[in-house]
């Protein structure tokens, strides 16, 4: 089962916040610099921005005020200024690898991962021990549906952090793109087994109970489902292939509950609709089938209805 393109971009995006969010400015740097890095730490990006434009006003060739904008309006998901700025400090000396990993980072919100690719590549090379870059960019190649080139991204990350539950989530979604089951349901088991007794990761258990499922072994999916919709009771993607499950082993008010759940959550998903009218159907509700039916055309008729989300955790 292809994971949606949607869900990837969106846990990329995700991934790549969370990354820059922890880089450190260290740098000693004038009083304005100073504050603007201390606003950033504190996640007042716009404050930041507000002081930095005053200061490149007064030092435009300075270098760290326009990487420093251009940290301040990625985190604001302005990817175009961001860009600007990171060009115009670029004038003045070359960037830094957390600041390239920022540059790389705006191409991912605009989804062109082609330069994304450059630039974590890039990374990767001026700061080969960081397991992060190694990690985004084979979250990157993983999105332009490049799997052979993501296996050794994710591979080198885990090498370099070992127990990587994201990576090696990730090495595993790349082998079943691949068509290598055995090792796709291997890296799943590893990166639920690391998570120990108190998991907080939904997506292993969801990916390995996707995985039985594909393979018709229903019985030892549910935990793994079940599991996760624990983790993430709020996510739908998880709720709708739990339903799927029931739906196959003929409890079928156990996949109505699972798909309503669904419903709730992600309303404009169509096909949602459509497998809970199904199941309704096979309850003999006719009405309430007809009532879901009747809802799935209406969004696919003004193509506003979505993909079941499956938001990371």
């Known amino acids: ?29 004038a009083d304005p610099l100073a504050e603007a890095r201390r606003l950033i730490d504190a996640g007042a990006y716009a404050k930041a921005a507000d002081t930095l434009r005053s200061y490149i006003v007064a030092n435009p060739s300075s270098a760290d005020a326009h990487f420093l904008m251009g940290f301040a309006l990625f985190r604001e998901q302005k990817p175009q200024d961001s860009l600007a700025e990171f060009t115009a400090g670029a004038k003045y000396r070359r960037p830094r690898a957390d600041e390239l990993k920022a540059v790389a980072s705006d191409y991912v919100l605009l989804g062109d991962y082609a330069d994304a690719d450059k630039w974590f590549s890039e990374v990767t090379k001026v700061s080969p021990s ?75 258990f969801l990916n390995l109970g996707m995985l039985f499922e594909e393979e018709n072994k229903l019985d030892a999916a549910v935990p793994y489902l079940t599991r996760a919709a624990m983790l993430a009771p709020d996510n739908p993607k998880i709720h709708e292939e739990l339903a799927h499950v029931y739906e196959a082993q003929s409890s079928l008010s156990k996949a109505q509950s699972e798909l309503e759940k669904a419903v709730a959550l992600a309303p404009n998903a169509s096909e949602l609709h459509f497998k809970l009218g199904r199941i309704l159907r096979r309850e003999g509700m006719r009405e309430e089938s007809l009532r879901e039916f009747a809802i799935c055309d209406k969004l696919s008729g003004t193509h506003s209805s979505v993909e079941t989300p499956n938001p990371p955790h």
């Open 1 to 29: 089962m292809t994971a949606a393109p949607l869900r990837i971009f969106a846990q990329l995006a995700a991934s790549v916040l969370a990354a820059i969010c922890a880089a450190a400015f260290s740098q000693t740097a």
């Open 130 to 204: 960081d397991a992060d870059a190694w990690y985004l960019l084979g979250r990157t190649k993983y999105s332009e549906g490049r799997f052979q080139e993501a296996v050794p991204a994710f591979e080198q990350s885990l090498a370099l952090h070992p127990r990587h539950i994201e990576a090696e989530n990730n090495l595993g979604l790349s082998w079943r793109e691949l068509n290598e089951m055995e090792k796709a349901r291997a890296a799943f088991q590893s990166a639920v087994e690391w998570e120990g007794e108190h998991p907080t990761d939904p997506q292993p």
